[in-house]
């Protein structure tokens, strides 16, 4: 098989948004992927002028996810795209993930996985019937202080641990932006396309999979307080844990705070473990596959995996 770059479609990411951006330079970083059509925005011509400023060619420019998963399934295998990013608001994961694994692609999401629970559901048992592979993207699991953090709970560094405490506070949404046509945040305040969670499921998310990707460990109950709050937000995110013997806290991607109990140390650059977990490919900010562990351009194996990163 020849070694080359894995080739990505992207649905969603176009002009004006957000996260398809993260996903694109975390794709391309260490040059083992390349960006080769996508279906970038719901509107023709911003899909158009979106696929045209990452340098594609029109006629891997789509105007709908569909007409763009049909037409590169039709494509020679050498030439059609190998996996899908899937970057759309809420209520289109699900839609367009199952239909790129009937097709026969892989698919990388962003989280939360779909607009529903019964939606989620409905995916698992797709990827089971497919055999695809459907890898679900946290962006903090990439940060050098996250990685390092969960390395030292692996090893034992913090004794038994106690309690995980995970704050994610944001203020960019701290007044009515939604209100303006020109921002994203209007699906994201819209529960016919964010989902009922609400902010649970867009920032929420990102509490929990931390708690457990660091720790390793599972939450098995939860018991809830919601409420609306519009002032004094900040835009950070911060996850504690104290342990027996040390405690640690983690605020910016590349810096940890260690504290022993008996003597505490100043925060210093975090070390990036050197672990790897095959058949993932791990890049600074997302975790993306597919890649099977001989490398790149050879396919995962049919046995349908669900990847939480």
């Not at 970083?29 to 023709?44: A, H, R, T, W, Y």
Request: aromatic share 8%; net charge positive; hydrophobic share 35%.
């Amino acid at each position: 098989m020849i070694n080359r770059k894995l080739r990505m479609g992207m649905i969603g990411g176009g002009k004006g948004a957000f996260i398809g951006a993260i996903h694109r330079a975390a794709a391309l970083m260490d040059n083992q992927i390349e960006l080769v059509c996508g279906c970038f925005s719901s509107k023709p011509e911003v899909s158009l002028a979106s696929g045209r400023e990452y340098f594609l060619p029109d006629d891997r420019i789509y105007t709908s996810y569909q007409q763009m998963i049909e037409r590169e399934a039709a494509l020679p295998e050498e030439r059609r795209m190998d996996f899908v990013s899937i970057v759309t608001p809420n209520q289109l994961h699900f839609g367009p993930a199952a239909m790129a694994m009937e097709h026969g692609f892989d698919v990388v999401l962003d989280k939360p996985i779909t607009f529903s629970l019964e939606e989620a559901y409905r995916l698992r048992d797709k990827v089971e019937q497919t055999g695809r592979t459907l890898a679900l993207t946290h962006t903090y699991s990439g940060y050098p202080g996250v990685k390092e953090a969960r390395e030292r709970f692996a090893r034992g560094d913090f004794g038994k641990i106690r309690k995980i405490f995970v704050e994610y506070t944001q203020g960019w949404l701290s007044t009515r932006v939604e209100l303006d046509p020109a921002s994203n945040a209007g699906w994201r305040t819209d529960p016919s396309r964010s989902g009922k969670a609400g902010t649970m499921g867009d920032i929420g998310t990102h509490a929990l999979q931390l708690a457990e990707y660091i720790s390793g460990q599972r939450c098995t109950s939860l018991c809830a307080d919601l409420r609306t709050v519009v002032e004094g937000r900040l835009n950070r995110i911060r996850c504690t844990s104290n342990g027996t013997t040390d405690r640690w806290r983690s605020y910016v991607p590349g810096m940890l705070t260690w504290e022993p109990l008996q003597k505490p140390t100043p925060a210093r650059p975090a070390d990036i473990p050197k672990v790897t977990s095959k058949p993932l490919r791990t890049f600074t900010g997302i975790s993306h596959v597919p890649c099977g562990p001989g490398g790149a351009g050879k396919r995962p194996g049919r046995n349908g995996r669900i990847f939480r990163m």
